[in-house]
């Protein structure tokens, strides 16, 4: 504007530019306040990255703010959350993972627990679930089935997902430690491809379990165990 002021005048610039005029005329005033300003915010972001440094990177913007309110430094948590965006400084943080992925191949068992999480004796009913978790640089995957009746851990498996079927794992050792007297019972999951595979319904087939599957995209449906 300023190098245009004199061929068009600073009222047309800004009616052009849709500006008010007196901010223009304000700007050469105040940049002693905003060169302060703007050192205090470099100050600001070099004490994050050091505070984040002394925790190797795993901090975040609540961490980082309450480390710095520790450090008796008034700071509002939503500039601390602007100064870490704009900065691209980004707190270690879990991925998530997708944990049931439906087997579209594989043959439906329909859903015989309706969300009926009641069982008068032992081995009547098992529900199962499944997740991942970070070991290192890679992710198991565990799998568990607890009783109905007791609301007790009968079986569990840890494995790589990629090479073994914890979830069949998981039945054979719950059939085991009840000495494969499991006829009838019904093992309730989701309908993740785990579940659904060929190896974990031979394992329920073998030992007499039922197999019986809640809806896709329902947590309700295994409450019990999720």
């Not at 007196?22 to 915010?41: F, L, S």
């Not at 627990?113 to 009547?124: C, H, L």
């Not at 070991?135 to 840890?158: E, K």
């Not at 309908?191 to 030992?207: D, I, L």
């Amino acid at each position: 504007m300023s190098d245009s002021r004199a061929d068009f005048g600073v009222k047309r610039i800004c009616r052009v530019l849709v500006a008010v005029r007196v901010g223009y005329y304000r700007h050469p005033t105040t940049w002693k306040a905003r060169a302060g300003h703007q050192a205090h915010e470099k100050r600001t972001v070099s004490e994050i990255r050091a505070i984040r440094a002394e925790h190797h990177g795993t901090h975040g913007v609540l961490r980082v703010h309450a480390e710095l309110r520790a450090r008796e430094r008034r700071i509002n948590r939503k500039r601390v959350t602007r100064l870490m965006r704009v900065n691209h400084i980004v707190g270690r943080h879990l991925k998530k993972k997708r944990t049931t992925i439906a087997d579209s191949t594989a043959p439906p068992a329909p859903d015989l627990v309706i969300r009926d999480f009641n069982a008068d004796a032992f081995n009547t009913g098992w529900c199962g679930d499944s997740t991942y978790m970070a070991v290192g640089t890679t992710c198991l995957y565990a799998a568990m089935a607890i009783g109905i009746c007791l609301r007790l851990l009968v079986g569990w498996s840890i494995a790589d997902p990629v090479c073994t079927s914890p979830a069949a794992d998981t039945v054979e050792m719950a059939v085991a430690a009840r000495s494969g007297r499991v006829n009838g019972g019904v093992f309730h999951t989701d309908r993740g491809s785990h579940y659904s595979s060929r190896a974990c319904a031979e394992a329920c087939s073998s030992a007499g379990v039922r197999r019986r599957m809640s809806a896709v995209g329902s947590s309700a449906y295994k409450a019990l165990a999720a």
